[in-house]
Structure formats: structure tokens, C-alpha cells
């Protein structure tokens, strides 16, 4: 199996594996979990930390873009979802935080390396959220992307990642529904509803296929880590499967997608769909998206208006192990 996988960058050939290399790629392809405990390539666990890292950050920044329209959603029941749902992505990033930990690494790192810049997070989150029909969008489309994704990750080898995606799978479902039920009001609402709908819609219909990362010729990382069962799936072979999954949704709410050459292709029973702006893509990676300083810049504001609170923590915790410490010379 190993060996007949395409090589990226840097991976070794069957032939070059240590025999401990060789015993760990066995028991990947018989498809054991892998344990934190447990001896693993140090690539492996690179890889790791980077895919978790990232995955909890986006989960974080994330919030931003629908934050911004908690105060302003349209009816109370509305807010009470929308305020649910942000609150789950949080618990999501606190979740992947938490398993990356596993792997060596402290969230305050992680932290740090998202606030210089030398962790990324998902590119869609640098897009604006201009109206209430991009919430709608946003759970239709981002959260659909997502799961189509992490659906497939509950396979992946790293036992503390697979457990996390089963949680976070039952809640992104529900995210899902609430984007489309959003996207269903308003595309059977009055005539300005549905044009702000198909707005939408043109304006995350191509951000939300970058999702799924580069066309697999340009992922650098594909092959490793699907030989290691870090990735289930290649990039294109997901971004087919939301498009398949997505156009008869938008044909259901009346919405058209923005690509004049979405075709259906009877042979590979599936739709032929146009790509992303590639550049765009590298340009919003690289730092230089609509909104990365603006959501780069809220969260290093909140991680240094929250000193004083860290502070107090480790002032608390300092002085009731004094006290302890006390208690135990008092008791010998
Ligand atoms: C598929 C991929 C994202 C990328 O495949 P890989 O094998 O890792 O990389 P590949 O070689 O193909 O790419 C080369 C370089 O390009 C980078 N890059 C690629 N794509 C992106 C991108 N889109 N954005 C930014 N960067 C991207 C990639 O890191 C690498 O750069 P590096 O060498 O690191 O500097 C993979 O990491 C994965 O499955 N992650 C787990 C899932 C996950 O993180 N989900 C997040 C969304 S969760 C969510 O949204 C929930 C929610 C919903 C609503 C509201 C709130 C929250």
C-alpha cells in the first residue's frame, strides 16, 4: 500500500523506512488508532500539530465572522441559534487545542504561532460577512465544507483527533441545517430577500471550494499524510464531493451557482465545475485576503486583554500551592 503511493516532498520510499519507520506504517494499514503515549515518526507528529493546530485556530477565528452578527439577527429565536452555534465553534477550537496538547505541544504556543503569523487558519474566514443572507451562507456552505471534510477525518490514525471529529461532526450537522433553513427563509421571501440570497451564494460559492485546500497536483502534503492516514481523502476528491453534494441544495432553494460551466458528467457520475482563482487563494494564505488583519488583529486583542485574567490564575494557583506546601511542613 505504502509503496504504491505517490511521494511528496521529503517522504521516504518503502525502501528507506527504519524498521520502527516500517512497523508504524504497519499497523497505519492494518488501521489501528494511534495513541499519545505510543512511539510515532517525528514527522508524524509535526504533521499533526500543524493539521490540529490549524484546525482548532480556524475554529477560533471562525467565530468572527457570525459574531459580528449576533447583535443584529433578525429575531430573538434567530440569535439563540446563531449564539449556540458560535458558542460550539469555541468548544471546537478548546477541543483541538486540547488534542494537539497530546502531541507535546502547549495551546499558549499554538496561540503564539497563530498571533505571528507562522500557523495559518482556514482562508474562508478572511472573507466578510456583509448581511444576515451570509449567515445564512456561512452555515450552508463553510459549515457543509467543513463537515464534508471532518466526516471523513473520525478515520483518521491519531486516536485523540478521530474521537475529536465524532463530537464535533454531530454539531457541525446542526450548524449545517440552521445555515440552509436561514438560506430557505430568505429565498422564498420577497424579491430583495432572494437577490441578497444569490448574493450570497456568488460571493462564498467559490471561497467555500478553497476550503478543501489546493488542487491535489499543488498539496504538498497530500501523500504523506494519507499514507500515514492523517488525510483520509485528496483535496480534489472532497471539493467534488461538495459540489455534487451542493448544487441540487442550491437547485432546491430556486438559487443558481455562479459557474457558467457546472455540467453534469454522466461517465463519472458527477459534476464538472469550474476552479477557484487559484492566486486568490495564495494570496489570502499568504496573508493578504480581505480581512486577514482584521481577524488576525481581534485576536491578538483578545489574547492581551485577557493578561490580567491569566495573571490572576496563576496568582491564584501560586498562592494555594504556598498554601498546600504549608500544610504538608505543618503535618510532618
Ligand atoms: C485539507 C487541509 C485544509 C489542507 O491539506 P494539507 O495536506 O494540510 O495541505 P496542502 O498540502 O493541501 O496545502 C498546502 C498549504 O496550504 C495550506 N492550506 C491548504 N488549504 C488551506 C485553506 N483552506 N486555508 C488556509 N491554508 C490552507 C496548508 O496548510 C499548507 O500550508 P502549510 O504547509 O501548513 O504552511 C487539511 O489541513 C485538513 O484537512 N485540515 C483539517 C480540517 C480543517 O482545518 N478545517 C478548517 C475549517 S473548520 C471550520 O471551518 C469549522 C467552522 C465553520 C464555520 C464557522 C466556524 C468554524
Known amino acids: 500500500m505504502y509503496a504504491q503511493l505517490v511521494k511528496s516532498e521529503g517522504m521516504k520510499s518503502a525502501a528507506e523506512l527504519s524498521p520502527e519507520e516500517r512497523a508504524f506504517q504497519e499497523r497505519i494499514d492494518r488501521g489501528e488508532k494511534i495513541e499519545p503515549k505510543e512511539w510515532m515518526p517525528e514527522g508524524y507528529r509535526k ?147 432572494k437577490a441578497m440570497a444569490q448574493d450570497a451564494l456568488d460571493r462564498f460559492w467559490y471561497p467555500a471550494l478553497m476550503m478543501f485546500g489546493p488542487s491535489d497536483k499543488d498539496s504538498v502534503h497530500s501523500a504523506q499524510s494519507m499514507a500515514w492516514k492523517i488525510k483520509i481523502n485528496t483535496n480534489d476528491e472532497l471539493r467534488q464531493k461538495f459540489v455534487d453534494q451542493t448544487v441540487p441544495q442550491a437547485e432546491y432553494l430556486g438559487l443558481k451557482i455562479p459557474d457558467p460551466n457546472l455540467t453534469w458528467n454522466e461517465e463519472k457520475k458527477g459534476y464538472d465545475f469550474s476552479e477557484p482563482d487559484w492566486s486568490e487563494f495564495f494570496e489570502v494564505i499568504a496573508g493578504n485576503g480581505p480581512c486577514n488583519k482584521e481577524r488576525l488583529g481581534a485576536r491578538v486583542k483578545a489574547w492581551e486583554d485577557g493578561a490580567w485574567f491569566r495573571d490572576g490564575l496563576l496568582a491564584h494557583a501560586e498562592k494555594a500551592e504556598a498554601r498546600r506546601a504549608a500544610a504538608r511542613v505543618a503535618a510532618e
Not at 126 to 137: K, R, S
Not at 152 to 177: D, N, V
Open 47 to 193: 504533521t499533526l500539530i500543524r493539521q490540529v493546530g490549524q484546525h482548532a485556530h480556524s475554529e477560533i477565528v471562525g467565530q468572527l465572522p457570525e459574531g459580528n452578527w449576533i447583535t443584529r439577527a433578525p429575531t430573538l429565536e434567530r440569535k439563540a441559534i446563531l449564539l449556540a452555534k458560535v458558542q460550539d465553534e469555541a468548544g471546537h477550537g478548546l477541543y483541538l487545542y486540547c488534542a494537539a496538547e497530546t502531541l507535546g505541544v502547549s495551546r499558549d504556543q499554538l496561540l503564539a504561532k497563530l498571533h505571528d503569523g507562522s500557523m495559518k487558519y482556514s482562508s474562508i474566514f478572511n472573507y466578510p460577512t456583509l448581511n444576515w443572507a451570509d449567515i445564512g451562507a456561512v452555515g450552508w456552505l463553510v459549515d457543509g465544507a467543513a463537515i464534508m471534510n471532518q466526516v471523513q477525518l473520525q478515520k483518521t490514525s491519531y486516536g485523540p483527533y478521530s474521537r475529536a471529529m465524532i463530537r464535533i461532526c454531530k454539531e457541525e450537522s446542526f450548524h449545517q441545517r440552521q445555515g440552509y433553513d436561514i438560506m430557505m427563509k430568505m429565498a422564498q421571501g420577497t424579491a430583495e430577500q
